[in-house]
């Protein structure tokens, strides 16, 4: 007798409250059938995945191009019901069959999704029976590549720039700003402490105001597709003409914000924090300053073990997790998996240490 299946489903346990994963995770789960009749079956297997993808096309007059591309970072295949073993005759009723993999401790961008790319993990179960089409589940976890301001300087880095310019036409005279904020990483939801000494030697009032706004860029065939938007905009006070003035500012990063993907071959995310001076019938004097966003972790996900001590290259040894599907430590190399090419690769701005100020 060969039964009809009515639920083939694959669930995911969460690691953790905040139900994120990261490399070198221990990720476990279960297969659930229900059969409403005994029934053969080849095998029965689950795949763990995980890659980035990138697609969009473009048009000129009567011709379209598509760009395409990807990377994988892994696949792993495990047999729940072994397919040497021939036809498996499953009996009637509910069946719950778990599985464990570890999750390669290797270099892995952050969970994303847009408009023109993602970077995806899943797990996949599919059900092998005589006669019958595959029958599959699909269930999708995030992976955070945790960068630690603590144990990487180059997050605690301040930043500074300062800007003077010369008003001409309708508006005479000078204005400028001296800008410091106290570093580049914030988590979601922490505030950016902005700093704004400002001179105002012009004929005309003039305000500060903030911009942060993301900027993904998505890599196929040596050709790029950005995009920009603004995720919040703040206006300050007037400075009045002839006058000195510092402002202190803080601008909090909304929480639900996606965080920076730095360590993607074919996509990336960023974000710049735009200060600027509005000058009426003048250009207006502008600073950008880059901003990597880092996941907020609540405190008892923080105490896990970082698969990374810092937001860089580094991994550490292989963790034996008895059970599982484990992957030995892949060192930082050009290759795959290693660290993304810079954007001087694609021949469009230079290299300005890993970042583009140009918008």
């Keep these: ?76 295949t495990q047999f729940i019901i072994p397919e040497e073993q021939g036809n498996n005759m499953v009996q009637q009723g509910s069946h719950v069959y778990p599985f464990t993999f570890q999750i390669p401790e290797q270099e892995l961008p952050s969970s994303f999704r847009g408009a023109h790319g993602k970077i995806r993990y899943t797990v996949t179960a599919v059900l092998s029976r005589p006669m019958r089409l595959d029958s599959k589940d699909k269930a999708e976890f995030t992976v955070l590549h945790r960068g630690n301001p603590n144990t990487d300087p180059s997050l605690m880095t301040p930043q500074n720039c300062i800007v003077d310019k010369k008003m001409k036409l309708f508006t005479s005279g000078t204005v400028g700003m001296d800008v410091n904020i106290p570093q580049i990483g914030y988590k979601q939801g922490e505030g950016i402490t902005v700093v704004t000494s400002i001179q105002n030697k012009c004929s005309r009032a003039i305000r500060p105001k903030y911009c942060l706004y993301s900027k993904y860029s998505y890599f196929a065939k040596r050709k790029r597709k950005v995009q920009t938007k603004d995720i919040l905009k703040e206006v300050g006070e007037d400075v009045p003409p002839s006058a000195g003035q510092t402002v202190t500012r803080i601008i909090t990063i909304p929480p639900s914000m996606q965080v920076s ?15 600027y001076l509005d000058v009426k019938y003048a250009s207006d004097p502008v600073i950008k300053f880059p901003i990597i966003i880092l996941p907020t972790l609540e405190a008892c996900d923080e105490e896990q073990p970082s698969a990374y001590a810092a937001y860089g290259f580094n991994v550490f040894g292989n963790v034996d997790v008895p059970g599982a599907t484990s992957f030995p430590p892949k060192p930082a190399a050009p290759g795959p998996y290693g660290p993304p090419p810079p954007y001087g690769t694609y021949n469009m701005y230079p290299i300005l240490n890993g970042f583009d100020w140009t918008n």
Aim: net charge positive; glycine share 8%; hydrophobic share 35%.
């Design 261 to 275: 993907v730095l360590n993607c071959n074919i996509i990336k995310v960023e974000y710049r924090l735009r200060i």
């Design 1 to 76: 007798m060969s039964g009809n299946i009515k639920i083939v489903s694959v669930a995911i346990n969460p690691v953790n409250k905040s139900g994120y994963f990261t490399s070198g995770d221990q990720l476990t789960g279960q297969i659930s059938l229900q059969l409403d009749g005994d029934s053969k079956i080849n095998s029965l297997s689950i795949k763990m995945k995980g890659k980035a993808e990138v697609q969009w096309t473009e048009h000129s007059g009567s011709t379209s191009v598509t760009y395409y591309d990807k990377q994988k970072y892994f696949s792993v």
